[in-house]
């Protein structure tokens, strides 16, 4: 069964920079798109940072400069360095991974899946 782990968040002061990991694991074949959204309290959960197979990237307007989405294909992880962090990127982050997996069987599927979430907060 696969599981997405996250880590990596916590307090930090404006300016401050944090970086967050995201490991999947359970029968992982091999992991496609990923992606890390953010949900702010009271705000719908919004795209931060995308990252394809082949290693494009693409990133919220609100973070570009700032934030660095990556892979490390042979450990599963996807991480997000934070920089120059401010107040309103406080949020729970989440990554969302686009995997394909085999069960006992040997039997091949694809599905996306969430992590649980790790809080960021910026404040002095």
């Known amino acids: 069964q696969v599981q997405l782990e996250e880590s990596g968040g916590g307090l930090v002061q404006p300016g401050g920079s944090l970086r967050l990991s995201c490991a999947a694991s359970g029968g992982i074949f091999s992991m496609r798109s990923a992606a890390w959204h953010r949900q702010a309290p009271g705000k719908q959960r919004e795209l931060v940072a995308i990252i394809t197979a082949g290693g494009s990237t693409s990133y919220a307007a609100s973070v570009k400069g700032r934030f660095t989405i990556s892979r490390e294909n042979a450990k599963n992880t996807v991480s997000l360095l934070m920089n120059s962090l401010k107040p309103e990127d406080t949020a729970v982050y989440y990554c969302?991974?686009?995997?394909?997996?085999?069960?006992?069987?040997?039997?091949?599927?694809?599905?996306?899946?969430w992590g649980q979430g790790t809080q960021v907060t910026v404040s002095s």
């Open positions: 969302y991974v686009d995997i394909v997996s085999s069960d006992a069987d040997g039997a091949l599927k694809e599905g996306a899946y």
